[in-house]
Structures are given as C-alpha cells and as structure tokens.
C-alpha cells in the first residue's frame, strides 16, 4: 500500500521513471543527481519512507513488486 502511493505521487509529479524530457543534463539544465536530490526531498516531504522512495525514484515504471 506504502509502495502503491509513493508511485502514484512519483507518476503525479513526473519524478524518477515518470520524468519527462530523460536526462536533465541533455537539455543543459541541472545535473542528474542534483535532480535526484529535489526528487527523493520531495518524496519524503510528502511522508514516504526513504526506503520506498528510494525504490520509486530508482525502478522501472512498471516494476510490481
């Protein structure tokens, strides 16, 4: 249930997986892993464990488990 709701905010957000545009150093903005860091600080501001939301940002989009 956790792990359903990270991935819907990941999805509603466009975050990890769900971002769109790929790799935000291909468009000259900020690097990959400063976006990674706003991303994860943004799943955990919303309350998700930073187990599963490490899991969300860093899985496929489509990973069940």
Same mark, same amino acid.
């Given at each position: ?5 990270? *991935?819907?905010?990941?999805? *509603? ?31 955990? *501001? ?11 940002? *860093? ?7």
């Amino acid at each position: 249930e956790a792990l359903d709701a990270a *991935r819907r905010f990941a999805r *509603r957000r466009r975050l990890g997986t769900w971002r769109s545009g790929g790799s935000a150093r291909a468009h000259g903005r900020e690097s990959d892993s400063k976006v990674e860091q706003r991303e994860m600080a943004a799943m955990l *501001r919303a309350g998700h464990e930073a187990s599963i939301a490490r899991r969300v940002l *860093r899985g496929p989009a489509g990973d069940s488990e």
